[in-house]
């Protein structure tokens, strides 16, 4: 019998929902990734010019350095991304203030718009999803992406949402 006050219930567990949790998370990558792909597609850029832009949005002045450490990728991967990055227009770097050999990032006003393009198009995915599932539904969601992270970065330690 389940104890409902200790949440003692560990069916979720069990390989098939784990199975299921897996399938879950493979359709919602897809089209979580599906309209933004379409976008990206016409300027010949691939998922990693997205996560380049975003989190380059999210910290202007962020070092290839600390790019490098988020986005777990090659160095040499990520040259030929912000190479054709910085050719197109959408990103700029500068030399460090401290170190003139680190460079620093920043999205040009076209590639805040493109990064604000495929934003939009997850924002509205996300805000659909979060509405439907409420808040404890979604504080458990993020405690579950958090988990299945390596090293969930700290921006995660925000206080949970409230459900009033």
């Known amino acids: 019998m389940t104890d409902l006050k200790t949440g003692a219930n560990l069916l979720f567990l069990r390989e098939e929902e784990i199975r299921q949790g897996v399938e879950l998370l493979f359709y919602a990558y897809r089209d979580f990734t599906g309209e933004p792909d379409k976008i990206l597609a016409r300027y ?3 998922r990693a010019h997205h996560r380049a832009l975003y989190f380059v949005g999210r910290k202007p002045g962020m ?6 450490s988020i986005l ?3 160095k040499q991967s990520l040259s030929r991304v912000l190479k054709q990055l910085v050719d197109d227009g959408f990103i700029d770097q500068r030399p460090g203030d401290h170190d003139r050999r680190q460079r620093l990032l920043t999205l040009t006003a076209k590639g805040a718009a493109l ?3 495929l934003f939009v198009r997850q924002r509205e995915r996300f805000s659909r999803a979060y509405r439907a ?3 404890e539904a979604v504080n458990g969601f993020r405690k579950v992406l958090a988990g299945l992270a390596d090293e969930p970065p700290p ?10």
Not at 63 to 68: A, D, G, H, P, Q
């Open 115 to 117: 990064e604000r393009e």
């Open 72 to 74: 777990h990728i090659t």
């Open 44 to 46: 010949g850029f691939g």
């Open 133 to 135: 599932a409420g808040a």
């Open 63 to 68: 070092s290839v350095s600390e790019l490098l």
């Open 155 to 164: 921006a995660l330690a925000r206080p949970p949402i409230s459900g009033k």
